[in-house]
């Protein structure tokens, strides 16, 4: 909603309360301003100017000469490209040294050899969105009334000297959709009377009941409906004042007679619409439900088709609006209209929302309908109109109305101790400061004891019970004087589990690696629910699935990450690395819930290095993802008890993929997708890893310890070693640490060879190892029986020989 600040000061005195400092009290009352916008803000000398004169520019055929008298001193010429400039108009005019709105400095030029002395503006130049300003004026410059003040502001004319508050309304507050409401508001807070608007109808010698009848047969939907006609109405531009504050608030002038119900939807909340009497065709408006398959064109010129759920404003046979969301073409005010019927009533919510939602049609006057309207606004609402277009359209207002009445709501009244409200706010508050406050409030209270009663008036439809009065006492009394006070009793501090904290280093790490955490669905296809997953188990089906594609909870989480890699590739980011922790769900049988278990799943493809002005590109492999596990590991102080063994697994690469064990039980896989599968998926070599999360953070840790670095040399031998093909590196690994301990500390593997010199069924793999002793320098004689017993245990256990 937004909130005209010089507006609002028409219904309460202001003064002394800026209009941030009004802002700031409106949040701390419970109602949140999201900002306040200064309309004029950077702009400075844009005066009203007369366009004395206007000739062609003797050299562009699309600009014009003018001469225009600014109200001090002679008149200046100026060069102006709009085609709807004309002598005889009042202009707004930037003046040279002028500032416009993005800081748009007007300076003396010339152009196309013609002096220029500042620019005539259009409303668009002057900060105001186009699709806001009048359609006359959606192009070109603006043209005031020919009453308009030489040299006098501009911007004040425009009402650009004002602020708008926006404010952030809950549904409960629909009290606020109108400045009136929002004058009560403020009138509470600051302790203030508002002023209610002027109406004074002038008595007419016809009556309305004579012009026109109202039947309603969905009186559920319609409780209350009041027309009144005003006739001899000359159609044409409402006051420029009126014109400027609908602009503020987000609405587009048209003409007199439809500004003034946007004016009074704005002013009272109150929703209006005007028919042309002559064009509805008949003497009475029926409200009833829409015939299902019933056509009708509304305002905006598309046809639409109704239904029973759908209520509607008709002649008696035709609709000619759809109640409380938009009119229809058959009836709308035109130029011509000198008849105008205005329709003021009370709608069931739920209906108009039924019908808008069902249209796309979702307006000022739908939005407060669905939210709830006062019904003791109707009436006032209606007069307030006739008489302003009386006013400003000339019209002459018949006596009375033609209305159906069946209203039976009722204020609220609410019944509360004093002291449940001082217990529940722990506040100490007497019942003459309650009294005081639903004083402000307008809300009609008596005091009897310690019982409070409160009459909630209509306007205020949130106020249904206890609580409703609790949070009207505590946001008035003020939020920031409640009392602050500890708990009472033994409290235990907030703190994460141990798992918890393991699972925060484990994101950490993986983020700080290069990987995204990605968040997918737990919901997945049957097809994809047991791809990849580390124990097989039926899939849990939803018994009322959203789609096929979400019908069953995963096993696995590598499906998801996958398709995240499919959706990023096909935009053109193909080199992503993403891992998520989630719960993967096990069937426990038909009677049972499943189990969850948390799994850690990554995923990545594309370049892992990229130098481009090196020429230096590094693409992901199994080494690559390998890596990133063990350093992950070593981080939760269990690298000491994890193994890589060479395993096949459904979907992935049967050659490139390790099964991980931790202490020798399996925890989950790594290495790289099928081909196959990665060709489905349009994606470049992948490598994946999916674990159990639940095993790894729950697996215990040697304590840290800290080793002297050696101060003696160490000894490094290389050795080829000759082994059968299927022999995995892993195993000589092992062999060769456990033989050579406690001399042998290091050994890894830096070269393999499979070429057409070997042996068939034979392959060689080159390990580099470190002896070392931290207390003496190593004599190459104790090394050399140390590296005898290696090699000897590797002919003897894996018939592994050193390469001749």
Aim: charge should be negative; charged fraction near 25%.
């Amino acid at each position: 909603m937004f909130v005209s600040y010089k507006w609002l000061q028409d219904y309460i005195d202001l003064t002394g309360v800026s209009a941030e400092e009004l802002a700031d009290k409106i949040t701390k009352s419970g109602i949140e301003v999201e900002g306040v916008e200064v309309l004029n803000e950077g702009i400075k000398g844009v005066v009203v100017g007369h366009v004395l004169e206007r000739e062609q520019h003797p050299n562009a055929d699309k600009l014009s000469k003018c001469l225009v008298d600014l109200g001090e001193g002679d008149p200046v010429q100026i060069i102006c490209g709009a085609k709807n400039v004309a002598k005889g108009q009042k202009v707004p005019v930037a003046k040279a040294g002028a500032v416009l709105p993005g800081n748009f400095k007007i300076k003396r030029s010339k152009l196309r050899g013609e002096e220029s002395n500042g620019m005539i503006c259009s409303l668009q130049e002057l900060g105001i969105e186009g699709k806001l300003a009048p359609k006359e004026y959606s192009e070109g410059i603006f043209v005031f009334p020919a009453d308009a003040e030489v040299g006098s502001d501009a911007l004040a004319l425009l009402n650009r000297d004002d602020q708008v508050l926006e404010l952030s309304l809950t549904p409960n507050r629909s009290d606020c959709l109108s400045i009136l409401g929002v004058a009560y508001e403020v009138a509470a807070i600051l302790g203030r009377e508002v002023k209610l608007p002027e109406i004074e109808l002038q008595a007419a010698p016809e009556k309305a009941s004579d012009y026109m009848t109202i039947v309603v047969d969905a009186k559920e939907d319609n409780p209350l409906y009041v027309a009144k006609v005003i006739k001899n109405v000359k159609i044409g531009p409402s006051p420029l004042w009126m014109q400027t504050r609908l602009m503020s608030a987000g609405i587009r002038p048209h003409n007199n007679v439809v500004d003034i119900t946007n004016y009074i939807l704005l002013e009272y909340g109150q929703p209006l619409h005007a028919f042309d009497y002559d064009r509805l065709g008949s003497k009475e408006i029926l409200v009833r439900r829409a015939k299902d398959g019933e056509k009708f064109v509304t305002l905006d010129d598309t046809e639409r088709t109704l239904t029973a759920d759908h209520l509607v404003i008709t002649n008696g046979t035709e609709p000619v609006a759809l109640a409380g969301v938009m009119g229809g073409a058959n009836s709308e005010v035109t130029s011509d209209t000198t008849t105008v019927l205005l329709e003021s009533a009370y709608f069931n919510g739920a209906t108009v929302r039924k019908a808008s939602k069902d249209h796309g049609l979702r307006s000022e006057a739908s939005a407060r309908f669905e939210k709830g309207v006062d019904p003791n606004r109707v009436r006032v609402a209606g007069e307030r109109a006739a008489y302003l277009m009386a006013k400003y359209a000339g019209g002459e207002v018949l006596e009375g109305t033609a209305e159906v009445d069946v209203m039976t709501i009722e204020p609220a009244v609410v019944s509360i101790t004093l002291e449940k409200i001082n217990r529940v706010l722990g506040t100490e508050l007497s019942a003459s400061d309650v009294e005081a406050i639903f004083e402000r409030l307008q809300f009609p209270v008596t005091v009897e004891d310690e019982t409070i009663t409160v009459t909630a008036p209509t306007r205020r439809g949130d106020i249904k019970i206890e609580e409703d009065l609790i949070e009207e006492v505590a946001r008035l009394y003020g939020y920031d004087l409640i009392p602050k006070t500890l708990p009472i009793g033994s409290t235990t501090p907030g703190k994460l589990t141990e798992y918890q904290k393991k699972r925060r280093v484990v994101r950490h790490y993986l983020e700080g690696a290069g990987l995204y955490q990605a968040v997918t669905y737990s919901l997945t296809s049957e097809e994809k629910a047991a791809q990849f997953a580390l124990e097989k188990r039926n899939a849990v089906r939803l018994s009322m699935p959203m789609s096929e594609d979400r019908s069953v909870l995963r096993l696995s989480i590598l499906p998801q990450l996958l398709e995240v890699l499919k959706y990023n590739n096909a935009r053109q980011n193909d080199q992503l690395g993403v891992y998520e922790t989630g719960a993967v769900f096990l069937a426990n049988g038909t009677d049972e819930l499943p189990v969850e278990n948390e799994h850690l799943a990554g995923a990545i493809t594309g370049l892992w290095h990229s130098h481009s002005w090196q020429g230096e590109k590094k693409a992901v492999d199994f080494y690559v993802i390998k890596g990133i596990l063990e350093g992950l590991f070593d981080k939760l102080g269990l690298a000491d008890q994890v193994e890589y063994v060479q395993t096949k697994v459904e979907d992935m690469h049967p050659g490139r993929t390790a099964e991980i064990r931790l202490n020798g039980e399996k925890i989950g896989f790594v290495g790289q997708v099928h081909p196959n599968i990665q060709k489905e998926l349009d994606l470049k070599d992948t490598y994946v890893f999916e674990l159990s999360l639940k095993d790894v953070l729950g697996a215990e840790s040697a304590p840290l310890q800290y080793e002297s670095i050696p101060r003696f040399p160490s000894i490094t031998r290389d050795i080829a070693l000759v082994a059968n093909k299927e022999t995995v590196s892993g195993t000589l690994k092992e062999i060769i640490l456990s033989e050579g301990a406690p001399l042998l500390k290091e050994a890894h593997v830096f070269d393999l060879y499979e070429g057409d010199k070997m042996e068939e069924g034979k392959k060689s793999i080159a390990f580099s190892l470190k002896y070392v002793d931290p207390e003496r320098t190593l004599t190459d004689e104790e090394v050399t029986k140390v590296h005898t017993r290696v090699l000897d245990a590797l002919k003897e256990k894996a018939g592994a020989v050193l390469r001749g």
